[in-house]
């Protein structure tokens, strides 16, 4: 409960919506106490006394001399309990025939379902009305009539949810076990949908309280002298030009009430998605935010004849919850033209997060640049303005992601995906230019059949087949750089080969610049002229590829490539790496890899690292294992 506070107190909205509806709900409790004049007697003489004009009446008088504010504090009293109760009654029994429908499915699932069907054909407040008419006017009637009408919300939902639930292995496993269908709802699937009946019901009472005051205000709810909210507005109505203040008191209130909870209920639908508490849902914006007080290195030289990309000094962190994780802690980097740089790691290493930076895709929040440059052929990336950024991205740096699916829009065609990507960088271009443009890309990455396969929907493909159309569409706008984030991993060897054929033959025939990011130096060592080993955060080694696979100098490089296995080499032990990567915000003063390194001393952990220099070679590393 103590977690679950203090996540809700950091939406600024929500806390207020609590601290009023908990306001409202401690007044309403001690109502009865608070002294106030009898909200049913009758005062003809002094009836629409205006507020705040009289002691007795602040709040003024109704059309009959009863004091609006007793009336108002026992009708607020009143419509919270009548939506708190009918919400309830509506979650037990829409849920309760939820979780059987999906549970049971079949038969069971299609009688409860097309009864919920037959009751979601009317409209709410007709329905409401229709059975109000049948039970007769009253204020519990009219709770009745609100709770039956939602409780179809109610079983749809937790119907979706409980069907998801009841195909997953540990329902399997626990009927396997031997317990029944009442134990397997009770105790599986039951604890999973409370979070969703809650965030429903939160969001629901608002409705609740409103649906019951439209009834109260048709005269069909609270039955005089009994007073709601919204029997007091039905009320007033006759007097809204002569006395507007008696219509507007109640009317505050419902609004007040209605908006409150519907914030309250935002801010616990928040808590209680991690996705959403997490902000993995959350619109990142256009561009990584940049800290306008960052790092910046001094003397930067940039060769924009020679080096395609240069970063200098780059610090890019993930700032949540008071915590900043250096994801990329200060690290330089080139990459010349027509060159192929291996950007190698563990996973969590900082790889990705480094290739996004250089085009500033970093979701903002929480990630932020804090440090050093990006220059793309002599141009600083980190400075230039959004329109500048959005032209050189897809243009002249293209991306090519790990998981193609993922990425190409599920519902359009290869063909419609190719050419919005082209005419968006060069609007001139006719459609019919830009899809033969297309399909020549697609010949060129041996898509079979292209022209047929422009028509087809990304998932009517194979994982090779749709890597080779996320290659075609980054290479639509003939960029110069193209990044290339583990676009092989989950795919199987032999269509992985072809994928590294087809890059480096691609890079050949038009002179492209790649970093490629991977995790197999058995892909560095086939495709790659030169390689970045980095470690949390930071680049320990880098050099050409063949001295650094001959001559690994930093003793996590070396054990790297000890974990590639060889084939024809018989028998041998496959060693690993013990232990595990530092969290990033902890980082020692010392080399990070020392706690899993047989050759680090207290030295290694005490003291900076400085790095070793010698030609294209470099090793972040006290004690290398090679002398460079």
Known sequence: MKDFLKQLSRNMLASVGGCVILLLVVLAILTPWLGLADPAHTDAAHKFVHP??????PLGTDQLGRDLLSRLMWGTRLSLIVGICASLFAA?????LGVIAGYAQRRWDNAIMRGIDMLMAFPYILLALAIVAALGPGLVNALLAVAIVNIPFFARNI????????????????????????QIITTEIIPNVIPVIVVAMSTTIGWMILETAGLSFLGLGSQPPQADLGSMLGQARSALIIAPFASVVPGAMIFVIVMCINLFGDGIRDVLDPRLRSGALSRPRAATTVESKREIP???VSDADSQMLSLHQLVTEFQIRGRSFKAVNHIDLQVSKGECLGLIGESGSGKSVTALSVTKLVASPPGIITGGDIQFQGQSLIDCDYQTLRHIRGNRIAYIFQDPLSTLHPLLSIGEQMIEAIQVHDQRISKKAASEKALSLLNAVYIPNAKERMNILPFELSGGMRQRVAIAMALVNDPDLIIADEPTTALDVTVQGQILALLNELRQKRQLSILFITHDFGVVAQLCDQVAVMYAGKIVESGPVNAVLAHPAHPYTRRLIACVPKLGAGKRHLPSIDGLPPVVDQLPLGCAF????????ASCREKPVEEHRNGQRRVLCRFPEEVL
């Not at 705040?52 to 009446?57: D, I, K, P, S, V």
């Not at 037990?92 to 309760?96: A, P």
């Not at 195909?167 to 399997?172: D, F, G, L, M, R």
């Open 52 to 57: 705040f004009t009289e002691m007795a009446h």
């Open 92 to 96: 037990i029994i829409g849920s309760l």
């Open 159 to 182: 119907r979706g949810v409980t069907v998801g639930i009841v195909n997953q292995e540990y329902i399997e496993a626990a009927r396997l076990s031997g317990m029944n269908a009442r």
């Open 298 to 300: 001094a003397n930067i």
């Open 594 to 601: 020392a706690p899993r390194c047989d050759k680090a001393q």
